[in-house]
């Protein structure tokens, strides 16, 4: 079956960094669209970075942009999310998220816990 498992996270002081890693399995993934998104409570889920399936094409919001880098390894079947000088507002619960072409299949990870605390 489908899996997507986060790891990586854990509590960093402001300027820290962290490297987020979703493992994926039971589907083709160099054929699907990876994301990062962020939730905290009370507020919706937000899109945090994206990575074409060959890798070729990142986009970013722009809260994170020059912090934070998606990269994916289509052999080891993982994405990554490299965050560095982090601040108290990027705390939240990050998960991935695969999406196939046309957006017909869409699969989430339960994700992991970022906390950016002195």
């Known amino acids: 079956q489908v899996q997507l498992v986060e790891s990586g996270g854990g509590l960093v002081q402001p300027g820290g960094s962290l490297r987020l890693s979703c493992a994926a399995s039971?589907?083709?993934?160099?054929?699907?669209?990876m994301s990062w998104y962020r939730q905290t409570p009370g507020r919706e889920r937000e899109l945090v970075a994206t990575i074409t399936s060959s890798g070729g094409i990142t986009n970013y919001v722009d809260s994170v942009k020059g912090r934070f880098t998606i990269s994916r390894d289509n052999v080891q079947n993982t994405v990554y999310l490299e965050m560095n000088s982090l601040k108290p507002e990027d705390t939240a619960v990050y998960h991935c998220k695969a999406s196939s072409p046309s957006n017909w299949y869409n699969y989430w990870g339960q994700g992991t816990q970022v906390t950016v605390s002195s």
């Open positions: 039971g589907f083709t993934f160099n054929k699907y669209t």
